[in-house]
């Protein structure tokens, strides 16, 4: 095992010439904002957060966090209006404005994704408030502990992290963030410890750095999340709580495996081939299920907005088909500039005919015989069915799984607000092998493939 | 509905020239009996017994009962052999033997079906040696209690359970006994007291002639039994044992409904119309879902046999589909020198691809990833679904529902012995439209007809 993790580290420890330009990047970052500052007239002062700031950062990464750290006691509209044009100072042209919590600015600088974001200077990580306010802490936090030789335990893990596919904590992955593999690795001391600590892992899992909660305790108070790890600056936070039970048990059994048989790939799997629209359909055919693509305009809205609210969507379009007596076999969401909820149906087809059941004997059945009696969409009825219920068979509605879902688009009733509102605007239907049209679009076609050929990564 | 019920005693009531003609049968019957018990040599004496003897017997039936009671301490091969050679003898050329738990011979004689059942003379009804030995006992019991004036109050009870559907406790009917109608008359002393009674009734209803339970008691003892009467010849027997939840319940809405609105509809309700082959093939087509019709030469059993076993089949078979994925949406059995399983399906056909779900994360994989990694029937897979568990998606062996069907058939496992036996002498199937090809048969037609049309008599 040592032999392979050497290797990975060669492959993703930063070379010298590397963190050489890292550096030099960051040092004239820091003193641009410094100059802004002065210039604008502004009391603030730049902090590089994050990995890079850690010494924590995989050679692939290229992120530079820069956080602008303003007064208290500044008024919020000031804070974001000031730090903004700081930041569009030092972004320059390049530079974009995001939203998150909070207003942001992005920008491709020497080869790096810089990002230029204004918070408050808080004293207490109680106190914070915004979110963002939290990051200088958790920056201070691990700089005091992480000693070199811990720092090489952090690569290794993200990079395993990265290889079985979970992580980064935002919502559209719900993995491990960067701190979460720090306080990992700073709670296990080393790589391999934290493997053989969570091959046994099972959900509620409970790591706290703060001494505050017996293990029930938490466990009823962060019900539902897998793993629990309290945040050493804030003891109300669970850091990983944006972790889905799916990529805990993927972790879960990715260590598992890896302690069986240590292996190169679960940090460098395979890639991924993606199948040519002919494979596609004939893959289609040969599952025997019915695919419904539903494609539409992705709204203004970035991925930790957009993500929850297509699953949202997705969820509830599968309620809705539930109900109406409709099984998804599986489904998934993606997104860039198109959005589109997959839904894969074992039975996409129903009979004409359904239940209709009535009161149990003990309830008066008032005019429900009546109103079916003569009804035209009875086929039979009323009988008595084994459990002596009153029963009628009338027409069913929908009868097709794409019925439903039309109407169900139609209402858009539980989906998420700005998924909703794009669907509104248009949006279209691929069923079953047409969906292969979709895949002149190079992206989405690795979407699809993936979806079809799906597998734990490092059983590729 | 004083009314209704004077017209309908009108009709059901045997004529004065009707019971004559009945008493001079009966009369000549006994008198037969005697003279060849005397002929043979054998110490036995007739009884009549049932509806004749209690003059609850509606014009409709046409059925006289004749026990031959012998000694208790005959040996009970003697009894059979004697038994059945006095009834041979008075029942000539024309009486045939069956079998249920005893031999009896049963004939035509004078118009009227005769049966001449050889049995025991027991003091005491729970020393009986078999169930018909209980028969003298009940007839004793409600001759010595039933009023003319009651007579009547059985007639019309009988004949609306017969409108209704529910008369006849025989597996086949699985309803209400001459017997229970005669026991409940007893209790509530009239027709409109039963019907006002039993139209708030509920699963569990309790009587007891012989106050020897509490009703907990008896509920616990007759559990998931609709109706308790306990037997006042025998207060370990429930009277109602073969009474369905279907058929309880039946009787319980027809009681609201009667009250709600009296009619003679509930007594005599429309007769039901077969429909033509052409009119059956269109339902089905409108239904829209697919039958599964198994015929096969009934074994050489007496109803009250062949049902239950018809109907474990038929269970066998629909949990069989539903293990496989397949849900029926009714069915039905039904007999006569062939039998019939009528199996409809909502989902007849299911996709190539399904789940296979490995062990939760908390327990060891063993061997599971490696049988399917490489399996030819792999689709896609090893990955972890919303809950934590491996799963691979695998090709499902049978697609169809007939298939399954057929596979079931090859193996009858939990099948009714007589009707496994029958099956694998050999079968037919019959899918969707083609069953109207049985239809030459006017028999069958009806049974289709009621299947598909089904609706309580009184709203025909």
Redesign the interface.
């Known amino acids: 095992m040592d032999e392979i993790l050497n290797a990975v580290l060669k492959r993703v420890r930063p070379t010298e010439a590397e963190q050489m330009r890292l550096q030099e990047v960051v040092a004239s970052l820091l003193r641009r904002v410094e100059e802004a500052c002065a210039r604008l007239g502004v009391n603030a002062k730049p902090m590089l957060v994050g990995s890079a700031a850690r010494g924590t950062w995989l050679r692939t990464e290229r992120d530079i966090d820069i956080f602008i750290l303003f007064p208290e006691d500044l008024p919020r509209e000031e804070l974001e209006r000031t730090g903004l044009a700081v930041a569009r100072e030092v972004a320059g042209r390049t530079g974009k404005e995001r939203y998150a919590e909070h207003p942001y600015v992005t920008a491709k600088i020497g080869g790096f994704e810089v990002d230029l974001v204004p918070c408050y200077d808080v004293a207490d990580a109680r106190r914070i408030k915004s979110a963002v306010d939290r990051t200088p802490h958790h920056n201070r936090y691990i700089i005091e502990r992480l000693t070199p030789e811990l720092r090489d335990e952090v690569l290794l893990l993200k990079q395993f992290l990265s290889g079985i596919g979970v992580y980064g904590a935002e919502l559209k992955v719900q993995g491990f963030s960067g701190y979460l593999s720090e306080l990992l690795t700073l709670h296990y001391r080393s790589f391999k410890n934290i493997v053989v600590a969570a091959s046994t892992?099972?959900?509620g899992t409970f790591i706290d750095f703060t001494n505050s909660y017996a293990p029930e305790e938490a466990k009823a108070l962060f019900a539902g999340q897998?793993l629990i790890v309290i945040d050493p600056v804030d003891a109300n936070r669970n850091v990983a709580a944006a972790l889905?039970?799916?990529?805990?048990?993927?972790f879960?059994?990715a260590c598992?495996d890896f302690l069986r048989q240590p292996h190169m790939r679960f940090f460098f799997p395979r890639s991924l081939r993606s199948l040519s629209p002919k494979e596609i359909q004939k893959?289609i055919r040969?599952?025997?299920?019915t695919f419904i693509c539903i494609t539409f305009k992705s709204p203004g809205v970035v991925p930790d907005i957009l993500y929850p609210q297509l699953r949202k969507t997705e969820r509830a379009l599968i309620a809705r088909l539930f109900r109406s007596?409709f099984e998804v076999?599986?489904s998934d969401v993606w997104s860039n500039g198109r959005s589109i909820i997959l839904l894969e149906l074992?039975?996409a087809k129903?009979?004409?005919?359904r239940?209709h059941r009535g009161p149990?004997?003990?309830v008066?059945?008032g005019d429900f015989?009546e109103k079916h009696?003569r009804s035209k969409s009875k086929?039979?009825?009323?009988?008595?069915?084994?459990?002596?219920?009153?029963v009628f068979?009338i027409k069913r509605e929908l009868?097709s799984a794409r019925q439903v879902v039309e109407r169900a688009l139609a209402e858009r009733s539980a989906f998420g607000k700005h998924v909703a509102e794009a669907i509104a605007e248009g949006y279209k239907i691929y069923e079953g092998e047409e969906i292969a049209k979709l895949c002149s679009d190079a992206a989405i076609r690795k979407f699809i493939s993936e979806y079809?050929?799906?597998?734990?990564p490092w059983?590729r």
Chains 1, 2 share one sequence.
């Not at 040969?286 to 299920?289: A, E, F, L, Y």
């Not at 129903?350 to 005919?353: K, R, S």
């Not at 086929?379 to 009153?390: M, S, V």
Request: charge should be positive; hydrophobic fraction near 35%.
């Open positions: 892992w099972s959900p897998p889905s039970t799916q990529n805990f048990a993927t879960v059994r598992q893959k040969q599952r025997g299920t007596g076999f599986r074992s039975i129903l009979p004409d005919v239940l149990p004997i003990t008066e059945v015989i009696l086929f039979a009825g009323p009988f008595i069915d084994g459990g002596g219920r009153l068979e009868t079809i050929t799906r597998c734990l059983y």
